[in-house]
C-alpha cells in the first residue's frame, strides 16, 4: 500500500515557476514508477510527466516539454515536479500517482495509487 500527499501547488503568474512535492509512505516506493498527471475543469485527466523507479528514465507530455522537469529522492520517498515558464493552460488540478509496473506509462488507469491533488491556477 503507497499513500501519496502532493504539496506545492498555488497561484502563479504566467511565465513564473513552481515546484510540486508528492510525499509518499510505504517501503517499497523505491520500486514505483512515479506519475504526474493534472486535470483542468470539464476535462479529462492527462498525463504529464512520469519517471522510472531508478530515475534513469522519463517521459513527458509533448505541452510541457522543455518547461516542467520530474525527479524523484528515493531516500526521501519523495518525487518532484519542476514546473517553469507556466502558462495560463497549465492551470489545473495536480495529481502525484504511483505504478506498481517497473516501466514509464502514460494511461492514468495504468496506475494503483493517487494523491488527492494540489491546484496549480496561473494567471495571464
Known amino acids: 500500500q503507497v499513500q501519496l500527499v502532493e504539496s506545492g501547488g498555488g497561484l502563479v503568474q504566467a511565465g513564473g515557476s513552481l515546484r510540486l512535492s508528492c510525499a509518499a509512505s510505504?517501503?517499497?516506493?523505491?520500486?514505483?514508477?512515479m506519475g504526474w498527471f493534472r486535470q483542468a475543469p470539464g476535462k479529462e485527466r492527462e498525463f504529464v510527466a512520469a519517471?522510472?523507479?531508478?530515475?534513469?528514465?522519463?517521459a513527458y507530455a509533448d505541452s510541457v516539454k522543455g518547461r516542467f522537469t520530474i525527479s524523484r529522492d528515493n531516500a526521501k520517498n519523495t518525487v518532484y515536479l519542476q514546473m517553469n515558464s507556466l502558462k495560463p493552460e497549465d492551470t489545473a488540478v495536480y495529481y502525484c500517482?504511483?505504478?506498481?509496473?517497473?516501466?514509464?506509462?502514460?494511461?492514468?488507469?495504468?496506475?494503483?495509487?493517487w494523491g488527492q491533488g494540489t491546484q496549480v491556477t496561473v494567471s495571464s
Open positions: 510505504g517501503r517499497t516506493f523505491s520500486t514505483y514508477t
Open positions: 519517471i522510472r523507479w531508478s530515475g534513469g528514465s522519463t
Open positions: 500517482a504511483a505504478d506498481r509496473a517497473m516501466v514509464v506509462r502514460t494511461i492514468p488507469q495504468r496506475y494503483d495509487y
